[in-house]
């Protein structure tokens, strides 16, 4: 197993100092602070940050992952060239927003694993049959996909509905970024394709509410009808 460095939820000062944050991933962790005090205080979540320490050419900056019962923020930034990639083209100015949203996207898989929802269908779906004359590994790899479509689509409107609550003056900007980053991923990303998703959430009144992670599941509900 990789070393890791694993950062619990501390004052954000000491977590720099604690774990030898470099500048980056404290700006990033700065950045996506209040999503996770919010995570941690209103939400209750399980959530540890997870820094690898070795070089990760290539790597998503930021993902999510899961481990006995808790949910690894995981920081994948130490020799890795393409990190801020996802942010070209957005001014200085307006990074720590996109990187705030992203760190949403990344704690709403949190939620949704926390609640005993993942890869589950709300209540009264079912997934299309397969044809059988399928081959069976075919058929895996799809339902794969499509699982995993479904959740890239809720974490991206759980995104949108925290800024819409926290940053409404910012929710076009927001929205602009995010569809144009979904927009260029290639044929092989088809499992982050969440048009269907972001098309529902162009106005950002259809997530408003007191709770944004709960909100976003009542737009993925109706979403899903669309995407399947």
């Avoid at 944050?21 to 540890?48: I, S």
């Avoid at 790597?59 to 808790?70: E, I, K, N, S």
Wanted: aromatic content about 8%; glycine content about 6%; charged content about 20%.
């Amino acid at each position: 197993m990789p070393k890791v460095i694993t950062l619990l939820f501390l004052a954000l000062p000491a977590v720099a100092s604690a774990g030898q944050l470099t500048d980056m991933e404290t700006r990033w962790l700065q950045a996506g602070a209040p999503v996770l005090a919010y995570a941690k205080g209103q939400l209750q979540l399980p959530v540890d940050i997870v820094v690898q320490p070795q070089a990760a050419p290539g790597a998503v900056p930021l993902a999510m992952g899961f481990d006995g019962g808790r949910c690894k923020l995981v920081f994948s930034m130490r020799g890795n060239d393409t990190v801020e990639d996802v942010l070209q083209g957005v001014p200085a100015e307006r990074q720590a927003l996109m990187i705030e949203a992203m760190t949403a996207h990344e704690i709403g898989h949190c939620w949704r694993h926390a609640q005993g929802n993942w890869h589950a269908l709300p209540a009264g779906f079912q997934d299309r049959s397969a044809d059988p004359s399928t081959p069976a590994d075919t058929r895996a790899i799809t339902r794969q996909l499509r699982d995993t479509q479904r959740e890239e689509g809720y974490a991206d409107l759980a995104a949108l509905a925290w800024i819409q609550q926290r940053r409404p003056a910012d929710y076009s900007a927001v929205y602009q970024w995010l569809h144009q980053v979904r927009a260029a991923q290639p044929d092989t990303h088809v499992s982050h394709d969440t048009q269907a998703w972001l098309q529902l959430a162009a106005n950002g009144r259809m997530l408003v509410g007191p709770a944004p992670f709960e909100q976003a599941h009542s737009l993925w509900n109706k979403a899903i009808l669309v995407a399947e």
